[in-house]
Every structure is written in C-alpha cells, then in structure tokens.
C-alpha cells in the first residue's frame, strides 16, 4: 500500500496545499475572537472539503483507472485514500487540542477546558462521519452523487428541525423548556459523551472503509 499512497500524496498535493488554507483561515479566525470553536468547525469542514477534492482530482485526471495499472491491489486503492483522510485529520485534530490548551492556559480559561475540548471531540466525530460515508458512496457511485448525499444528510435534519421550530411557533407551543433541558444536558458530561460519540464515529468510518473495499473490488471501471 506504500506505492499508492505515495503516489495519491503526489496527485493530491498541490490540492491539499490550497485545501488546508481552510482550517489555516479558521485558526485565524479563531485567534483573532479568542474562541477555539472556530478552529474545531474546520475538522467539520475538511471532513467534507477532502473526498470532494481527493476524488474530483482523481476522476478528473483519470487517475483511478491509471492507478490501477500499478503493482497495486484495488483494496490498496481503498485504504489509502482513508488512511490518508485519518492522518489529515488526525494533524488537524492535534493542532486544535494544542491550540484549546494553548488558549486555556493564556486566557485562564481552565474551567472552560472541558467544554472546548468537547467541542473538538464532537466536531472530530462528525468529520469521521462525513468522511467515511462520502467515501464509501464515492467509491460506489461517483464523488459528485456523493456529494448530493452528504448534502442531503446535512440540510435534511437542519431543515425539518427549522419546519419543527417554525410550525411549533405558529401554533403557540413553546420550545424553551425543550432547549433548556439540552443546554443543560449538553454542559453535565459533555466531554464523556463527545468521546462516546467519536467512539461511534470511528466504528462507523472502520464499517465505511469495509464497505468501500468491497464495493471497488466488484465496481467496473
């Protein structure tokens, strides 16, 4: 797998080079207002910016059929391109941890530790998702139905829970006791429950990577 990854770091780095300016603008911005959620929303971002650009890149070059001619296994493809999207994020991840560290020391923010490192576990846990499950359908079907996907799997909850809030609204049903009892419950074991839900992304991207070999394995060319 050394030879593909290799060669995919080679196709892909002039991209990832303009790719990372987005995590390097959040950083910015979030040392310029002092709150390190900002940084932790790239790992976000990047979870959604790294297929679209590995696989627009590779299909817009014919690079995965012409990968395939190597001395390389189809399977090899795979776990190259996910071991490759852990390693990004795992960098940008320990950027982000150092930098909430970093601020909780300068701004005495210690009591504050906790939430923010929360903060980057969950957005950690939903780059995972994203990442894995654009994967496994790009290796399937394309990046660009992919990226439908994913779309669709982002603004579909945020749209039905705006309907919710907009119809309970007209018909005089308030929601504050509803938000009240998740503020709270978001403070009381925030950080437990963030590492939970990286726990269960982590499963979901090792099913995704599965999937993904799988898929490419019988998928024709």
Not at 35 to 60: D, H, K, Q, R
Not at 69 to 76: W, Y
Not at 88 to 99: D, K, P
Not at 150 to 155: H, P, T
Request: proline share 3%.
């Amino acid at each position: 797998m050394r030879a593909i990854f290799y060669a995919d770091w080679i196709n892909l780095r002039g991209s990832l080079r303009v790719m990372l300016l987005t995590p390097a603008a959040f950083l910015a911005w979030a040392l310029a207002i002092g709150e390190p959620i900002f940084f932790c929303v790239s790992l976000v971002v990047m979870g959604y910016l790294f297929p679209n650009t590995a696989f627009s890149v590779e299909e817009s070059t014919g690079w995965n059929r012409l990968s395939l001619s190597l001395p390389v296994t189809r399977a090899d493809v795979v776990n190259s391109r996910f071991v490759m999207a852990v390693l990004i994020h795992a960098v940008l991840a320990a950027v982000g941890a150092a930098f909430v560290l970093v601020h909780a020391v300068l701004t005495d923010g210690t009591p504050e530790l906790a939430d923010h490192l929360a903060e980057l576990l969950a957005c950690a846990a939903v780059a995972m998702l994203l990442n894995g499950v654009q994967m496994a359908a790009a290796f399937r079907w394309g990046i660009r139905k992919a990226a439908y996907l994913v779309m669709g799997l982002i603004w579909v909850p945020m749209l039905a829970c705006t309907l919710l809030y907009i119809g309970c609204e007209r018909l005089g049903i308030s929601l504050q006791p509803l938000l009240t009892a998740l503020k709270a419950w978001n403070v009381t074991g925030g950080l437990l429950r963030a590492m939970i839900a990286l726990g269960i992304a982590v499963l979901t991207y090792v099913l995704c990577w599965r999937i993904s070999v799988q898929v490419y394995q019988k998928k024709e060319l």
